[in-house]
């Protein structure tokens, strides 16, 4: 049923019966002093149940169930995620098996996505099939939770925007060469991965504060703007260097070598909120 309907409908009926009641000329100078009470009824009847409705469909209709989107024949992909609500976990698949499957896991709430390819590359954009806009006051707050893991085995280009909820991104393992995420307003903790010779990353945090893991094989190159809940950055291993905080060896150009030189370059636009980066 749609409310928006009901309550024009209401409106509709309200104003016509009115209306008649005057053409039979029935006294309607109180009936009429009703119809704005009235409607304000209405608009707030309206409001709980499209409320109710919403939460309702969160609890029991989108319930978290297994989805899986496949690989096909793309070499590398690229992820644009846009997750409303909930918390969301993100690692990486085991190889084994990994060949056909971009990633796999369970969504709370439903997941609507779109795929295309492109040559080698898939452009894949996922959101949740359910938003809910007006938070309620019951329920276990997990209804809208993702936790996927993808595929290790290939180059991605990742563009992750977060929802307002403890999140955890683990990309330890994953062949991730750009990295855009955008926090909202909770604690999150980023992994880099160690195995990429350069990876190019952006982050906005929000307002909940964001822990950033860097490998002790990568060197790193950080630039921040903003910070008025403060940045703390490990300067034993990234020492200030002008605008910088860089590792000492980031410039060094090493070929050959055993281990190979792995290196990121990272900005980080802080908001009202912390930065911590180990």
């Not at 452009?123 to 099939?129: A, L, R, S, Y």
């Not at 993702?146 to 595929?151: A, D, G, K, P, V």
């Not at 945090?205 to 809940?229: C, D, F, Q």
């Not at 060094?252 to 980080?268: C, F, S």
Request: aromatic share 6%.
């Amino acid at each position: 049923m749609r409310i928006g309907l009901v309550f024009w409908g209401f409106v509709l009926v309200l104003l016509s019966g009115l209306m008649a009641l005057e053409a039979m000329n029935i006294a309607v100078e109180n009936a009429w002093t009703l119809i704005w009470p009235l409607l304000l009824i209405v608009v707030g009847i309206s409001i709980l149940y499209s409320t109710l409705l919403s939460w309702r469909e969160a609890q029991f209709a989108n319930h978290p169930h297994l989805q899986t989107i496949p690989l096909g024949t793309a070499t590398s992909a690229r992820i644009r995620i846009e997750h409303g609500s909930g918390r969301l976990n993100l690692s990486a698949l085991s190889t084994e098996g990994s060949s056909d499957v971009l990633l796999t896991g369970t969504f709370g709430g439903g997941l609507r996505h779109s795929s295309q390819q492109v040559g080698g590359l898939l452009n894949v954009e996922m959101q949740p099939e359910v938003k809910r806009v007006v938070p309620v006051p019951w329920g276990s707050g997990d209804d809208l939770d993702w936790s996927f893991r993808l595929n290790p085995t290939i180059p991605l280009i990742l563009d992750i925007e977060l929802g307002p909820a403890a999140d955890t991104i683990d990309l330890s393992g994953l062949q991730v060469t750009d990295l855009r995420i955008k926090t909202s307003t909770s604690p999150c903790q980023i992994t880099f991965p160690s195995g990429i010779p350069l990876i190019r990353g952006t982050i906005e945090v929000g307002g909940g504060g964001v822990k950033l893991n860097i490998p002790t094989a990568v060197s790193a190159r950080i630039r921040t703007e903003g910070g008025l809940a403060g940045i703390q950055i490990d300067e034993t291993r990234f020492p200030r260097d002008g605008a910088y905080h860089k590792s000492p060896d980031y410039d060094v150009k090493l070929r050959g070598t055993n281990p190979p030189e792995y290196r990121l370059d990272l900005e980080v636009q802080v908001g009202m909120s912390s930065l911590t980066v180990v």
